[in-house]
């Protein structure tokens, strides 16, 4: 079974979360739809749940802002949705859509076998010392993040965009790590929206493990800023 997944943290993101599962479902009847939520984001409409197939119901504990809960959600997802019994997940941010015509089964059959992907602008090697593109964000100091995290002179460090997430079960040591940067106080990052952000922790994640996007670059959904 491949499950497809989002995040509510807040009734606007609800709204954008129900009408991603319906453009998925609207493509792919059968398709498994889950989400993870607050009881705030559904309190206007909780009837609405009735279109998920899973559901996961969080709270607020340690943070005040809906953003940094969903980075730091988005950092522990493996733990939270695994246990629905999944093969393979996808996670798509709420602000996203299906077009008609378009399935997500398209996206499993093609990462059928991969641990872990995601959206990648570009890579660092720090053996050649060069990436593709200087218009974007690691978060950190990437020499720095190489000594505080012990990262091999033989990787690389992505430029990861979380707004789309492929793994499997197989992933877990990436997110484990990712969790480890999380919760990490004394590691220097640059903030996004008053919030360490979660792009911060995969990237770190990705280039100790050594368990990096499959392709440079790679943007399987569309935004307006990147694509054009």
């Given at each position: 079974?491949?499950?497809?997944?989002?995040?509510?943290?807040?009734?606007?993101?609800?709204?954008?979360?129900?009408?991603?599962?319906?453009?998925?479902?609207?493509?792919?009847?059968?398709?498994?739809?889950?989400?993870?939520?607050?009881?705030?984001?559904?309190?206007?409409?909780?009837?609405?749940?009735?279109?998920?197939?899973?559901?996961?119901?969080?709270?607020?504990?340690?943070?005040?802002?809906?953003?940094?809960?969903?980075?730091?959600?988005?950092?522990?997802?493996?733990?939270?949705?695994?246990?629905?019994?999944?093969?393979?997940?996808?996670f798509m941010?709420?602000?996203?859509?299906?077009?008609?015509?378009?399935?997500?089964?398209?996206?499993?059959?093609k990462h059928?076998?991969?641990?872990?992907?995601?959206?990648?602008?570009?890579?660092?090697?720090?053996?050649?010392?060069?990436?593709?593109?200087?218009?974007?964000?690691?978060?950190?100091?990437?020499?720095?993040?190489?000594?505080?995290?012990?990262?091999r002179e033989?990787?690389?460090?992505?430029?990861?965009?979380?707004?789309?997430?492929?793994?499997?079960?197989?992933?877990?040591?990436?997110?484990?790590?990712?969790?480890?940067?999380?919760?990490?106080?004394?590691?220097?990052?640059?903030?996004?929206?008053?919030?360490?952000?979660?792009?911060?922790?995969?990237?770190?994640?990705?280039?100790?493990?050594?368990?990096?996007?499959?392709?440079?670059?790679?943007?399987?959904?569309?935004?307006?800023?990147?694509?054009?």
């Open positions: 079974m491949n499950i497809v997944f989002t995040i509510a943290t807040n009734p606007e993101f609800f709204d954008m979360a129900l009408n991603l599962c319906l453009s998925i479902k609207a493509n792919s009847p059968n398709q498994k739809v889950g989400l993870i939520y607050t009881e705030s984001a559904i309190s206007k409409y909780p009837s609405l749940m009735k279109f998920f197939d899973f559901a996961h119901c969080t709270d607020w504990s340690g943070f005040t802002k809906p953003n940094e809960l969903a980075y730091y959600l988005k950092v522990t997802m493996f733990d939270i949705v695994v246990p629905w019994g999944g093969e393979n997940y996808i941010d709420a602000d996203t859509i299906m077009i008609p015509g378009r399935k997500v089964d398209e996206w499993f059959q059928e076998g991969l641990p872990f992907t995601c959206y990648c602008n570009d890579m660092y090697s720090y053996k050649l010392k060069k990436r593709k593109r200087k218009d974007y964000h690691f978060w950190c100091d990437i020499e720095e993040a190489k000594e505080y995290w012990n990262i033989q990787a690389c460090i992505p430029q990861t965009n979380t707004s789309f997430i492929y793994f499997n079960k197989a992933s877990k040591a990436l997110f484990e790590k990712a969790h480890e940067v999380w919760k990490d106080k004394f590691f220097p990052y640059q903030s996004y929206k008053g919030a360490k952000p979660d792009e911060l922790c995969f990237n770190i994640a990705c280039a100790v493990t050594e368990m990096l996007p499959h392709q440079n670059t790679y943007r399987p959904i569309f935004f307006q800023f990147a694509s054009s």
